[in-house]
C-alpha cells in the first residue's frame, strides 16, 4: 500500500482530540439546512494530492460544512472555491471548482493539507489541538521529502504549525523563527516557504487577499518547485 495513502486512511480515524471530535460529529449530525440531505464525512479530512507532489499547500483546518461535509479539504466552501479557482488559473488543477470529492478535480504536483485534520468550533483549533495533531503533518512532510521543493502556507496559524513540523522532518529552520507575513519566501534546505494570507472570506471579502495575491504567491511557488 502506498505510504502516504495509508498516512491517509490513519488520519481518517483519528480521535485523539475530544473537543474537535464532539464537534465535527454534531455538525455532521445536525448539518446545515442547504446540505440536509447529504451524508457529512464528520471525521478528519486528509491531505489532498499526489504522494510525489513538488508543492504542498498547508491551511489551517477544515470548515464545518466543507471539508467536514466533503470529506476533502477546501472543498464545498467558499475559502476552497477561492483557492481551487487560482490552483487552476495558474495551472496546477485540472478543473477551477472543487464541489465534492467525487467530482474528478486533480492536482497536478500539488498538495493540500493542514495541521488540524478535523473542523474545529468558530474556526478556531487550540494550541494544545494543533499540537496534538503536529505528528500527522510532520509524517506527511517526511513522506513528501524526496519531491518537495515549495510550501505555502495560508494564514498565521499555519505558520506557527508548519514551521516546528518542518524542523521535526528534518528541514533546518532559522532561529529565531521566521515571522508570518504575505510574500515572505524563507529558504530552507533544498525547499522554499512561502507566506500567504488565508483565503478565508474574511479575508477575501474585505480585499485583504485578492485573487491576483494568491495567484501570485502560488505561481512563484510553483516556478520554484520546477511546476512552471
Known amino acids: 500500500m502506498d505510504a502516504l495513502a495509508a498516512l491517509d486512511r490513519r488520519i481518517a480515524d483519528c480521535g485523539a482530540c475530544p473537543r474537535l471530535v464532539a464537534w465535527r460529529e454534531e455538525v455532521a449530525r445536525t448539518k ?34 466543507g471539508g467536514n461535509r466533503t470529506g476533502r479539504m477546501f472543498t464545498g466552501d467558499r475559502s476552497g472555491d ?11 488543477a485540472s478543473q477551477p471548482d472543487s464541489v465534492a470529492a467525487g467530482d474528478g478535480l486533480e492536482l497536478y504536483g500539488t498538495r493540500v493539507t493542514a495541521p488540524v485534520h478535523c473542523a474545529p468550533p468558530a474556526n478556531k483549533p487550540t494550541p494544545a489541538e494543533r499540537d496534538t495533531c503536529r505528528p500527522w503533518l510532520v509524517r506527511e512532510l517526511r513522506l513528501l521529502r524526496p519531491t518537495l521543493r515549495s510550501v505555502v502556507v495560508l494564514g498565521a496559524f499555519g505558520w506557527q504549525a508548519a514551521l516546528p513540523a518542518l524542523a521535526e522532518a528534518g528541514w533546518t ?29 474574511r479575508n477575501t471579502f474585505t480585499g485583504r487577499l485578492t485573487p491576483e495575491m494568491l495567484r501570485e504567491v502560488l505561481r512563484s511557488a510553483a516556478r520554484e518547485a520546477g511546476l512552471l
Not at 479530512?45 to 483546518?61: C, E, H, K, N, Q
Request: hydrophobic letters at 45%; charged letters at 15%.
Open 32 to 65: 446545515r439546512a442547504a446540505f440536509a440531505g447529504e451524508t457529512y464525512w464528520g471525521r478528519p479530512v486528509p491531505g489532498f494530492g499526489p504522494a510525489d507532489a513538488r508543492l504542498l499547500i498547508i491551511g489551517l483546518a477544515p470548515a464545518a460544512h
Open 82 to 92: 477561492v483557492l481551487y479557482r487560482a490552483l487552476y488559473d495558474v495551472g496546477l
Open 173 to 201: 529552520v532559522p532561529r529565531p523563527r521566521p515571522a508570518f507575513a504575505h510574500g515572505t519566501r524563507v529558504p530552507l534546505d533544498g525547499l522554499t516557504l512561502h507566506g500567504c494570507f488565508h483565503v478565508s472570506q
